[in-house]
């Protein structure tokens, strides 16, 4: 059980390490690396503490449930549907996000070798990735706890040969009044809640297994976000991450600005092999994520199954679409998912909770610390992140 268990804590990991390990240098450059610590945390426990909302209504219901079923059982049909639209955006967005930057990645390399139109790129991805769904999550959780390993080791490498580079100055330049910005990137960044529903099949519902992989699947990520922001913003200047936060192919060229520093061709390769893994293993994540949430709907709604290759080619054909017609999709996706994301990832479970506990005093063998003040305190963090990104 201790790998199962390890797995679906990597697959946590990697679902929030990922595309977001490209998006946050580029986006905390604006205000500042020292001045988002504080808006990191906050954010953090928010994403966290909704995530073990979800587990705490998931266990209500049998093992397949996903967020279609858990909204229409203790909301109502017109909140199932309204997550049906809400969540087909969000991770929509965000595949597109991640497509776009493998794309990108691929793009930048093959280019090289041989010329080609970038639409190739996105389907050699979109064939790799729709085997993975195909598989479904044992398939996954082998190959993600491999590149999670082979992640792991790069990021050391990364972190040893560019610790005496920093500029510790250069960590305190940035505009306070930008600080609104990043917080939509920053909830996306931590929105590994959306895999609850799968490892929760994955570990046999077992409770202790699930809320330990949540609390250190959730730590992990916290602490990777903030030395991977210190040594990015620490050794690339603030000016070119502005500049590349706002260019097309904006993972390619973060790849370059953090090769300009690197001492050697191996340093090069290490880091354009480390944002590739960050990227690839978000992906896998999130696809997987999809293909069950498709699963479970198209089990509520048409109360018939849906075939595992009908479930890949859904999920990937319209991300894929969105990253050939519009190539600024990665940023712009972190951005817009940032919206989606609280709703499902904070609003919903808070009202789910709140309806399943209060109004239909529903029986639970497990109830995540906190009566109504903490889920009202939820609640207003959530509206509070709506109205500052709407400002």
Not at 47 to 69: C, H, K, Q, W
Not at 136 to 141: P, Q, Y
Not at 251 to 266: D, G, H, P, Q, Y
């Amino acid at each position: 059980m201790i790998h199962k268990f390890l797995g679906a804590m990597l697959l946590v990991v990697g679902t929030s390490i990922g595309a977001a390990m490209l998006a946050l240098p580029t986006v905390v450059a604006g205000p500042g690396f020292i001045n988002s610590l504080g808006l990191f945390f906050i954010c953090w426990s928010c994403m966290t503490f909704g995530a073990f909302l979800i587990l705490e209504v998931n266990l209500l219901y049998p093992e397949d449930s996903n967020l279609i079923s858990m909204a229409r059982n203790t909301l109502g049909v017109k909140f199932g549907f309204l997550t049906w639209v809400v969540y087909l955006l969000l991770l929509y967005t965000l595949l597109s996000a991640y497509i776009s930057a493998i794309g990108d990645i691929l793009f930048d390399i093959t280019s090289s070798i041989f010329i080609h139109p970038f639409w190739l790129d996105v389907l050699i991805i979109g064939m790799l990735f729709g085997f993975f769904i195909y598989k479904g999550i044992k398939v996954m959780d082998n190959v993600n706890k491999l590149l999670m390993l082979i992640k792991l080791i790069l990021f050391l490498i990364l972190i040893a040969s560019f610790i005496d580079l920093i500029k510790i100055e250069w960590l305190f330049e940035g505009d306070l009044s930008r600080l609104p910005n990043i917080t939509l990137v920053l909830v996306t960044s931590f929105g590994f809640a959306i895999i609850v529903p799968s490892i929760r099949k994955y570990l046999n519902s077992d409770i202790k297994l699930l809320r330990k992989a949540l609390l250190f699947g959730s730590l992990i990520p916290l602490g990777c976000y903030l030395i991977w922001c210190f040594i990015v913003l620490g050794v690339i200047p603030t000016d070119i991450l502005n500049n590349i936060a706002s260019s097309d192919h904006s993972v390619a060229e973060l790849v370059r600005a953090f090769s300009l520093v690197a001492r050697t061709t191996t340093m090069r390769v290490f880091a354009m092999g480390f944002y590739t893994l960050c990227v690839l293993t978000s992906f896998l994540g999130i696809s997987l994520c999809l293909a069950d949430f498709l699963d479970d709907g198209v089990k509520n709604t048409f109360k018939k199954n849906m075939p595992r290759s009908y479930l890949a080619l859904f999920s990937l054909v319209p991300p894929m679409l969105v990253a050939v017609f519009y190539p600024k999709a990665f940023l712009m996706g972190f951005r817009y998912a940032g919206y989606w994301v609280i709703y499902i990832l904070i609003i919903l479970p808070v009202l789910m909770v709140w309806n399943s506990r209060y109004r239909l005093k529903t029986a639970r063998d497990y109830q995540v610390w906190g009566g109504k003040l903490i889920l009202a305190l939820e609640m207003v963090l959530a509206l509070l992140f709506l109205f500052i990104a709407a400002k």
